[in-house]
């Protein structure tokens, strides 16, 4: 990530915000200076996914976007949709569509993931993607910063209610891809399979090589069969603190040609 950008697109940015450069510049992400802006969860997320090009998305608790505007760059989505509840990342968002010319294959809605019915139509997405809240409303000091303390911690919705969207709204068949702590892995399956989304694949991903796994990639399958592919586990840092080959490798394939991904 190239953060810090300063050329076209500037003229868009309210103060306290910021307009960063990521996959090698080809898009621009606006984010508040002090609230929440995106992690590399996200992007580890984008490319764990995996869909048919002209496949429809939804991203629930979009943020930034950041999801939507990577998997349409791909995948070049029919129609990808974000859903957002706090309205000062929605408009952020749909003002960082705007500067990377993608307000018309992307749409932003304000809205509430528990509210998904009243939001989009049942079973009218191929994929759904999530990256929730995943710290309990009660665990833990809640940060001062409203945006932070509402995409970290479960306020405005928990993975049950995630879920559930993601249920509403993916096609039979369709996949639905988030990325969660590895310590709360039991809770992701139980509910999974209690809603009739099938853990299909998954990974775990390490900060080194000798640490516990500190994040879940799964994916599921509405409605799929009982197998489940684990893959090798995806460790982010060498010992001198440098990305490891294999994280290189997930950059790389993020900033390739979208004509190189696979379909």
């Not at 510049?25 to 606006?30: E, V």
Request: glycine share 10%; with cysteine.
């Amino acid at each position: 990530m190239n953060l810090g950008y300063a050329g076209p697109g500037m003229e868009l940015l309210q103060a306290g915000e910021t307009l960063d450069e990521i996959l090698g510049g080809d898009l621009r992400i606006i984010q508040p200076r002090r609230g929440y802006r995106f992690s590399l969860d996200a992007l580890l997320l984008a490319h764990f996914v995996r869909m048919k090009k002209g496949a429809t998305l939804l991203d629930l608790g979009t943020g930034s976007a950041v999801i939507p505007m990577i998997l349409n760059r791909r995948w070049r989505c029919t129609r990808a949709v974000g859903v957002e509840i706090q309205p000062e990342l929605a408009g952020m968002a749909r003002r960082s569509l705007e500067i990377n010319g993608l307000s018309g294959p992307i749409t932003i809605i304000e809205g509430d993931v528990r509210s998904a019915a009243e939001l989009v139509p049942a079973h009218s997405f191929d994929v759904v993607t999530f990256n929730p809240p995943y710290r309990k409303l009660h665990s833990g000091r809640i940060n001062p910063l409203a945006q932070k303390a509402r995409a970290r911690h479960e306020i405005h919705g928990d993975l049950g209610d995630f879920l559930r969207a993601a249920a509403h709204a993916v096609r039979p068949a369709g996949s639905v891809f988030a990325i969660y702590p590895s310590r709360r892995l039991a809770e992701l399956i139980f509910q999974m399979r209690g809603i009739g989304i099938e853990p299909k694949r998954l990974r775990m991903v390490h900060s080194r090589r000798d640490k516990a796994g500190e994040f879940v990639l799964m994916e599921g399958r509405a409605a799929g069969g009982e197998e489940l592919q684990v893959m090798p586990p995806l460790f982010i840092y060498e010992e001198d603190d440098t990305y490891t080959a294999v994280m290189q490798e997930v950059f790389s394939e993020l900033c390739a040609s979208p004509a190189n991904a696979a379909g």
